[in-house]
């Protein structure tokens, strides 16, 4: 059995109605503690074998603002595997497995030049669950990430394009105390007459049924 510890992600996570509310709302709060831009890049076969095993699995680069990131050169990118386990009015539960690559090393299979190095715990886990051929990116999306403390909460504040070019967005919080979370959120939220309403989906689940037409994928 594969050595990679699992983590278990309980996440918060609630759709504004109108994504241009976002200002309204990061104008009433502290400013940020970090503001970047998350490149996500969804991988599977072509047998879509990952999706039949219900994992997720994402490269996820960074991109700061011009100049906030002075002097720390190219963040590496993050590869995480997930699998959901549960949601119930907004709050996700999910195992997910996460290791780092070279940022060159990526690019290198980004711009179509290498094979993706599979090496490392979370590709020796998913060979544990599921037979998949060769793996290549199905799409991306391209999320605006504010990360902004309220209260007892950090709350992350997105918002992702498509690649349809729709866009959306949510505040996630991922917490301990979910049901608390959740009400302050909501409270927050009230007060400043933004609408919102519990994440029926995560990310990659609303990225299948855009781009491929999957209505069913669990998170």
Known sequence: MSSNPEHTE??????IKDW???????????????????VNSYLDDTARSLREARIMLRA???????????????PPITITAKRHKSTHDGIFISEEREQVMAF??????????????????VFRWLEEQARFGKLKILGKTV????KVRSDAFVLEIDKTV????SIEAEIECETLWPDAAKKHIE?????????IGPQRKGKYAR????TEGVSDYPD
């Open 162 to 165: 498509f690649p349809d070019d």
């Open 104 to 121: 060159d090393d990526w690019r290198e299979f980004d711009w179509g030049r290498t094979q993706l190095d599979t090496s490392g715990f």
């Open 10 to 15: 309980v996440e918060v996570k609630m759709a």
């Open 143 to 146: 999320n605006s990430r504010w």
């Open 60 to 74: 996820r680069e960074i991109q700061f603002p011009v100049g906030a990131a002075k002097g720390l050169g190219k």
């Open 20 to 38: 241009r509310q976002i200002d309204k709302l990061l104008a009433s709060l502290d400013p940020p503690e970090a503001h970047f831009t998350q």
């Open 187 to 195: 409270e927050l939220c009230a007060r400043l007459a933004i609408e």
């Open 207 to 210: 990225f299948l049924e855009k």
